[in-house]
């Protein structure tokens, strides 16, 4: 009973490519997150949605673009992937729009473009 | 925003108390004090959050002092597998999310 669930796993893909990671939640939350982890380790929030509407919106680059069909799923497709785009990628929720709420991570996405 | 500084890295062993301090200077009044784990080729894992005082759940205890400018997380009797990195984040009502640079700790036999 995955509560937090990415995929794919494991991305390995072509500079140039467009793709998708894909991150569902059952935990019945209203609110989702994109979060990006470089080598460094360093975390950053990129994204987060409410019911289907952005709230949060980082300085991230125009070929990062989520999609949230419904609040318990929340996509992130990327274009024209560039070296830089490795890191590992993590999808996140909480109960109530950003706030104090505990966030539940997934168990994260490594892309790697070569 | 309120930004966190903690240890790059601490060293302990199994059965002793580890205790990790983050400072966060320009914290707001509605701000909460919240630490996460994170275990290698896993996303983070919620430990503790606290506002003040004392907060001890049973994983851990979180120490806040009156000013609030700085917070203490407390592992009490660390075993092998607390072995990971140790995020101390600040968040707000507004929901600016920043996540330190983390705390490895590494726990040896």
């Known amino acids: 009973d995955t509560a937090v669930s990415q995929t794919p796993k494991y991305l390995v893909t072509q500079m140039g490519n467009d793709k998708s990671i894909k991150c569902e939640q059952n935990?019945?939350?209203?609110?989702m997150y994109w979060y990006k982890q470089d080598s460094k380790k360093f975390l950053k929030i990129m994204f987060s949605y409410n019911n289907k509407e952005l709230i949060i919106n980082e300085t991230v680059p125009n070929r990062f673009s989520p999609k949230s069909p419904d609040k318990a799923h929340l996509n992130l497709h990327i274009n024209s992937l560039e070296l830089g785009d490795s890191a590992v990628y993590f999808c996140?929720?909480?109960?109530?729009?950003?706030?104090?709420?505990?966030?539940?991570f997934g168990p994260g996405t490594r892309l790697t473009v070569l | 925003l309120a930004k966190t500084t903690q240890p790059i890295s601490m060293d302990s062993y199994e059965g002793q108390e580890v205790n990790i301090t983050c400072s966060h200077n320009?914290?707001?009044?509605?701000?909460?004090i919240t630490w996460y784990q994170q275990f290698p080729s896993q996303g983070p894992r919620f430990i503790i959050q606290?506002?003040?005082t004392k907060v001890t759940n049973e994983v851990a205890s979180l120490f806040i002092p009156a000013d609030r400018k700085s917070s203490t997380l407390s592992l009490p009797r660390v075993s092998l597998s607390d072995t990971a990195v140790y995020y101390c984040l600040v968040v707000g009502s507004q929901g600016n999310l920043i996540f330190g640079k983390g705390t490895k700790l590494s726990v040896k036999p």
């Open positions: 320009n914290i707001a009044t509605n701000d909460y």
């Open positions: 606290g506002y003040k």
């Open positions: 935990l019945g939350h209203d609110t």
């Open positions: 996140a929720s909480s109960f109530r729009a950003p706030s104090t709420d505990t966030q539940y």
